[in-house]
Each structure stands twice: as structure tokens, then as C-alpha cells.
């Protein structure tokens, strides 16, 4: 548990989220409209932005400080490029509000499946890294 | 725990509880004026001293001043949240008891010579 990991994710998770709600209101004041009228998901939306960038801060943290990356393991740099290519479409969401978000937060959340599957394949086999190949 | 460890908690303390307010005006498309923008600069002084003192506990749990101090910071963010919401700027007048304590501590010990702010 690094709580230093934890709470920086979590601000810069708050910081995409207020970048999220900002351009709601940008984009709604150039239509004449309410937020709530124009993005349907927002509820979900934002409070994901926050939860997904702190895990991402929090996932880049566990790749490099348990040797991944060190080691040069394939299964480690896949880690980390998955987790920064959610990190850019989660600002893509944040920042170009459109229709298509929740498709987008869906895809954006392969890394999380990624990390949890290493995570019980390593459980099941025994191994005492999570990097498995 | 090392200096920029301190230093990046302090920070992350701060932006959370300066951007939490934000966001919920924000969210529910209550207006943003300059005293809102203001607040936000107060609550992060704020969430960042209230981090770095509450970062030595272990220190200083058994000084009376020390846990007054942390009390105070926030009623301190509190108030600063009162006068975001309600676009009140003299909330942040009460706001501003907390850190005037604060110095008030710093320079009672300094003229004493002593170690650390919280004297009793």
C-alpha cells in the first residue's frame, strides 16, 4: 500500500475531472444549453475519471516499483503501455466530450483486466511476480 | 518518509480540497465568480498546510497545540467551502483564523527559542 501513489492518483484524477466538467460547461455555453441536457452520462463519467486516473497513477507505480520494467519483461511493458494508452483516452474523454464516452471508459479499462488477469494467473500458478512472461 | 514524499502528499492534499468544491459547482452549473476562484486558491493553502502538519503525527499527537492547529485548519476549509458555495467573500475572513494561529504559534516560539511551534 503506498498511500503517496494513492493520494497524488487521486488529485490528478479530481484535476481530469474538473478538466471533464469544465468543458461540459464550455461546450453546453456554446449551445445554448444545460450540461444535464447535452451529456446524459455525466454521472457516470466523472466520477470514473477520477477512480480510472488514480488507478492508472496507482498501476504505473506497482509496474515500476516491483521490478517489471527493470527486468525488462515483456508482460511489465505491455502493462505500461496499456495504462498509458487508457490515460490518454481517458483525457480524451475528459476533454472532447462526446456520445461515445462510455464506449470509450469501457475500452479505456482493458489495462485494469489486464493487470487482474496476471494477477490470478500468478495466484494460480504459484509464481511470486506478477510478471509472467 | 523524505522531504518530496512530504512535499507530494502536501500537494495532493491541497488540490483535493481545493478541486472538490470545484467540481460539484461544476457538476450542478452553480455560477463561478471571482470570490469562487478565490476560495479555491484559500482551500488549497489550506488542504497543503493541513497535509504537511497532519503528515507528523507522529511527532506531535500529544501537544494540545498541535491538535487545535489541525482542528482549526479545518473549520478553516469549512468556512472557505461556506464562502464558495454561497459566494460570500468574508467567510474567508473566519477562514483566516486558522493560519493567523498558525503564524501567531511559529512566532511565540521563535521569540522563545525554541525547536518547534507547538509549545505545550
Same mark, same amino acid.
Given at each position: 500500500?503506498?498511500?503517496?501513489?494513492?493520494?497524488?492518483?487521486? #488529485?490528478?484524477?479530481?484535476?481530469?475531472?474538473?478538466?471533464?466538467?469544465?468543458?461540459?460547461?464550455?461546450?453546453?455555453? %456554446?449551445?445554448?444549453?444545460?450540461? !444535464?441536457?447535452?451529456?446524459?452520462?455525466?454521472?457516470?463519467?466523472?466520477?470514473?475519471?477520477?477512480?480510472?486516473?488514480?488507478?492508472?497513477? %496507482?498501476?504505473?507505480?506497482?509496474?515500476?516499483?516491483?521490478?517489471?520494467? #527493470? $527486468?525488462?519483461?515483456?508482460?511489465?511493458?505491455?502493462?505500461?503501455?496499456?495504462?498509458?494508452?487508457?490515460?490518454?483516452?481517458? +483525457?480524451?474523454?475528459?476533454?472532447?466530450?462526446?456520445? /461515445?464516452?462510455?464506449?470509450?471508459? +469501457?475500452?479505456?479499462?482493458? !489495462?485494469?483486466?489486464?493487470?487482474?488477469?496476471?494477477?490470478?494467473?500468478?495466484?494460480?500458478?504459484?509464481?511470486?511476480?506478477?510478471?509472467?512472461? | 518518509?523524505?522531504?518530496?514524499?512530504?512535499?507530494?502528499?502536501? $500537494?495532493?492534499?491541497?488540490?483535493?480540497? $481545493?478541486?472538490?468544491?470545484?467540481?460539484?459547482?461544476?457538476?450542478?452549473?452553480?455560477?463561478?465568480?471571482?470570490?469562487?476562484?478565490?476560495?479555491?486558491? #484559500?482551500?488549497?493553502?489550506?488542504?497543503?498546510?493541513?497535509?504537511?502538519?497532519?503528515?507528523?503525527?507522529?511527532?506531535? %499527537?500529544?501537544? =494540545?497545540?498541535?491538535?487545535?492547529?489541525?482542528?482549526?485548519?479545518?473549520?478553516?476549509?469549512? %468556512?472557505?467551502?461556506?464562502?464558495?458555495? /454561497? /459566494? /460570500?467573500?468574508?467567510?474567508?475572513? =473566519?477562514?483566516?483564523?486558522?493560519?493567523?494561529?498558525?503564524?501567531?504559534?511559529?512566532?511565540?516560539?521563535?521569540?522563545?527559542?525554541?525547536?518547534?511551534? =507547538?509549545?505545550?
Amino acid at each position: 500500500m503506498n498511500w503517496v501513489a494513492l493520494l497524488v492518483g487521486v #488529485a490528478a484524477g479530481m484535476a481530469v475531472a474538473f478538466g471533464r466538467v469544465y468543458a461540459e460547461r464550455l461546450v453546453a455555453r %456554446y449551445f445554448g444549453l444545460v450540461p !444535464p441536457l447535452l451529456f446524459k452520462h455525466r454521472d457516470v463519467v466523472v466520477p470514473f475519471l477520477v477512480l480510472a486516473t488514480a488507478a492508472n497513477v %496507482y498501476a504505473i507505480w506497482i509496474t515500476v516499483a516491483y521490478g517489471g520494467i #527493470a $527486468a525488462w519483461r515483456l508482460s511489465a511493458l505491455i502493462g505500461l503501455a496499456l495504462t498509458a494508452a487508457a490515460q490518454l483516452v481517458q +483525457l480524451h474523454i475528459a476533454l472532447r466530450p462526446t456520445n /461515445r464516452d462510455l464506449q470509450l471508459a +469501457l475500452i479505456s479499462c482493458t !489495462p485494469y483486466v489486464y493487470l487482474f488477469a496476471l494477477y490470478v494467473a500468478a495466484l494460480a500458478t504459484g509464481r511470486y511476480s506478477l510478471w509472467l512472461f | 518518509m523524505n522531504f518530496a514524499e512530504v512535499v507530494l502528499l502536501s $500537494a495532493a492534499g491541497g488540490v483535493i480540497a $481545493a478541486l472538490a468544491p470545484l467540481i460539484y459547482l461544476f457538476y450542478y452549473t452553480r455560477p463561478v465568480t471571482f470570490t469562487v476562484w478565490t476560495g479555491a486558491v #484559500a482551500a488549497f493553502i489550506g488542504g497543503f498546510i493541513f497535509t504537511l502538519l497532519a503528515l507528523q503525527w507522529g511527532l506531535f %499527537y500529544a501537544r =494540545f497545540t498541535y491538535i487545535l492547529a489541525l482542528a482549526l485548519l479545518l473549520v478553516s476549509i469549512a %468556512y472557505t467551502y461556506w464562502g464558495m458555495f /454561497r /459566494r /460570500r467573500w468574508f467567510a474567508y475572513l =473566519f477562514a483566516a483564523a486558522a493560519w493567523i494561529y498558525i503564524i501567531l504559534l511559529a512566532v511565540v516560539a521563535r521569540a522563545l527559542g525554541l525547536g518547534d511551534p =507547538f509549545i505545550i
